[in-house]
């Protein structure tokens, strides 16, 4: 997945079955690690959600017509969107 403010990516990630990655090109960051990413990485469950996948505990997907959330309720951490055509 990748966010973008155009014409600069924000965040660029991918989740395998075993792995992810994540990259934060604003900040020159990059983590990645082996298994579920880690809850902080929000960005990184959107797939997840979109397959119908088990979200963590606490977590919403909401997905309509318009636009998109997913949010944390443990945290507050929320992400919303919609996609381009």
């Known amino acids: 997945m990748q966010f973008s403010k155009s014409p ?4 660029i990630g991918q989740t395998t079955a075993n792995q992810w990655q994540a ?3 604003p900040e020159n960051r990059h983590y990645s690690g082996p298994g579920l990413p880690p809850r902080r990485l929000l960005w990184l469950y959107l797939a997840r959600a979109l397959e119908g996948k088990q979200l963590p505990k606490h977590w919403t997907w909401t997905n309509s ?3 998109w959330s997913l949010e944390n309720h443990s945290t507050g ?3 919303e969107g919609f996609f381009a055509q």
């Open 23 to 25: 990259d934060f090109p």
């Open 77 to 79: 951490e929320k992400i």
């Open 8 to 11: 600069f990516p924000l965040v």
């Open 65 to 67: 017509s318009n636009n």
